[in-house]
């Protein structure tokens, strides 16, 4: 783990940028595959994949994996800050200043984030006993991300889009 302050500050702020790198090459790389350019978005994936490792070594240098409980815990309370402080805070300011897609898509989040906050609770209930949890398929709304086990609803109830929009975990 590393503990000089500057070098631990330098390694945060790279696993946050290539965090985003990795998010923004895999956005790329869908509207690439959308237009029809397969190869382009196959580069941007397998660029995003080193992207992520890169996070992935900053991340297990820094200390941040820990044990199962424990990243569930770091789970719940990113999940409950996101719910409790920074959507409605951001959505609030969007509201505020006339953005309406900003307002639309920190609600989809806010609502989504919701569920997902429930789900690791009850994983971390279940894993105590050093078991894996009981999930059936997994469907996310590609729309605005509401997250559901079982069947997919014909609508989702965040945004309305139609089942087809949903894909399997």
């Known amino acids: 783990m590393v503990k000089r302050e500057m ?88 509201k505020f200043q006339n953005e309406n897609e900003a307002v639309r898509t920190t609600h989809f989040a806010l609502e989504a984030e919701k569920i997902h906050e429930e789900w690791y609770k009850q994983a971390k209930e279940a894993t105590k006993e050093e078991k894996d949890i009981e999930k059936g398929k997994i469907y996310i709304c590609d729309v605005c991300g509401y997250t559901v086990e079982g069947e997919a609803p014909d609508r989702c109830p965040i945004c309305g889009a139609p089942k087809s929009k949903f894909s399997e975990f």
């Open 7 to 94: 070098t631990r500050q330098f390694l945060e702020d790279a696993f946050c940028g290539e965090s985003k790198a990795h998010m923004k090459y895999l956005i790329f790389a869908d509207d690439a595959e959308e237009k029809g350019l397969k190869n382009l978005a196959r580069m941007w994936r397998a660029i995003a994949y080193a992207e992520y490792v890169h996070a992935r070594n900053h991340f297990k240098a820094l200390g941040h994996l820990g044990s199962i409980q424990d990243n569930l815990q770091q789970s719940i309370e990113g999940e409950n800050f996101e719910v409790q402080e920074m959507y409605p805070v951001y959505n609030n300011a969007a």
